[in-house]
């Protein structure tokens, strides 16, 4: 398949995966989505790639969903009664049962999914420029990605709790003293780094590693079933996606970003 919106490397028993919309910070709509669901099946069944390194191009990781994809499903809904799939627990669950172990480098910007997706994966490297921030509750919506279920888990219920019901930004340095992040790395070396992990990662027995990750997984759905949990949260999430407060949100923050954009222009 030819991808438009990420790119696919294999080599050395890793799969590089780059989240590729720089021009909007690689935020995701409904093709991205898609290629993210074909890419991961085919890296989950290809058996010379046994590690995946997911990062962005440009200078953002995610800037999360795509805000005028939202307004559409909003506008869709209002129009017809129904609600895209667009907040559904697909892709969320592609990452909960991806068999194989997945690194994030996280180099730039990574809001929402952006921040959610890589708390999915199971070591995160970042950049010293990189900032967090989980804005969902300021654009009427609930968290996603499994990240109530896996975020506390990482850094305690308190801090989630923080980050979630305000939304506030975060960079690197915090988010290694607090546990979201595992290793800070300057700029340049983020790719190498990671890659270099996969590497030596790869390098191991393919089915001990994909036994050790089932069995750490296991262990951190002990309480209840993650994918149950994603499910349950897709569902919330979908049903704020119906909420007028969310597209007015979404619609003042449009305005907001393009009046930004205008202002630069001029």
């Known amino acids: 398949m030819t991808y438009n919106t990420i790119k696919l490397t294999r080599e050395n028993r890793v799969g590089l995966l780059l989240l590729n919309r720089p021009e909007v910070m690689n935020s995701i709509n409904d093709q991205m989505r898609a290629e993210l669901t074909e890419a991961f099946g085919v890296l989950a069944t290809d058996p010379e ?3 995946v390194v997911i990062s962005g191009v440009g200078t953002a990781f995610c800037g999360g969903a795509d805000l005028r994809q939202f307004k559409d499903t909003y506008e869709e809904f209002r129009r017809t009664g129904r609600l895209t799939l667009f907040g559904g627990p697909e892709l969320a669950l592609l990452f909960s049962r991806f068999p194989k172990p997945m690194i994030a480098a996280v180099n730039g ?20 420029n990189a900032m967090f921030s989980a804005p969902f509750v300021r654009v009427g ?19 989630a709790a923080e980050l979630f019901l305000t939304g506030r930004m975060i960079g690197a340095e915090e988010a290694l003293r ?28 393919a089915g001990a590693l994909i036994g050790t990750k089932s069995i750490l997984r296991q262990g951190a759905a002990a309480v209840s079933s993650l994918d149950q949990w994603i499910e349950y949260e897709a569902l919330v999430f979908q049903e704020c996606m119906k909420s007028e407060e969310h597209y007015q949100a979404v619609t003042s923050l449009l305005a907001k970003m393009e009046s930004r954009r205008q202002a630069k222009e001029d």
């Open 178 to 205: 607090i546990g979201l992040i595992d290793r800070l790395v300057t700029q340049e070396d983020l790719i190498e780094q990671a890659l270099g992990l996969a590497r030596q990662i790869a390098a191991q027995p």
């Open 141 to 159: 919506l609930t968290p996603e990605f499994g990240s109530c279920n896996l975020l506390p888990r990482l850094i305690g219920y308190g801090r």
């Open 109 to 128: 910007m990574a809001v929402g999914w952006g921040m959610t997706m890589p708390v999915a994966c199971d070591i995160r490297l970042a950049s010293a």
């Open 49 to 51: 790639t046994l590690v």
